[in-house]
């Protein structure tokens, strides 16, 4: 799914520019550098435990429980803000260096 963009111009170029990066390996490679920055910044852990409490407490409303997409909608906001900014910088970074050597910036 295509990030949000504010004006929408750049909406045109996400899909290409992922295809192309899945076909040579970068998506992966990026993929896999992000889940070990998050992993060692204690991130995933922290969304994990997030993520039980929330099913627990909607299991204890007596409502049966949550749906994974109430779970996602209501959990989401809440770990994007505590994504360590480091690891945004760095991975933005490695993406912007990705891109420079695929497209000429004018």
């Not at 390996?25 to 409490?53: P, Q, T």
């Not at 991975?91 to 695929?102: H, P």
Request: overall charge neutral.
């Amino acid at each position: 799914m295509p990030p949000a963009h504010k004006d929408g111009r750049n909406a045109a170029l996400y899909p290409p520019l992922r295809r192309r990066m899945i076909e040579n390996g970068d998506w992966d490679r990026i993929c896999a550098r992000l889940a070990r920055e998050l992993n060692e910044s204690g991130w995933i852990d922290r969304f994990k435990d997030r993520s039980k409490e929330m099913a627990r407490a909607a299991e204890g409303t007596g409502g049966g429980g949550m749906s994974v997409e109430a779970l996602l909608a209501d959990l989401l906001p809440r770990v994007e803000a505590d994504l360590p900014m480091g690891v945004r910088q760095e991975i933005i970074g490695v993406i912007r260096k990705l891109l420079e050597r695929q497209i000429e910036f004018t």
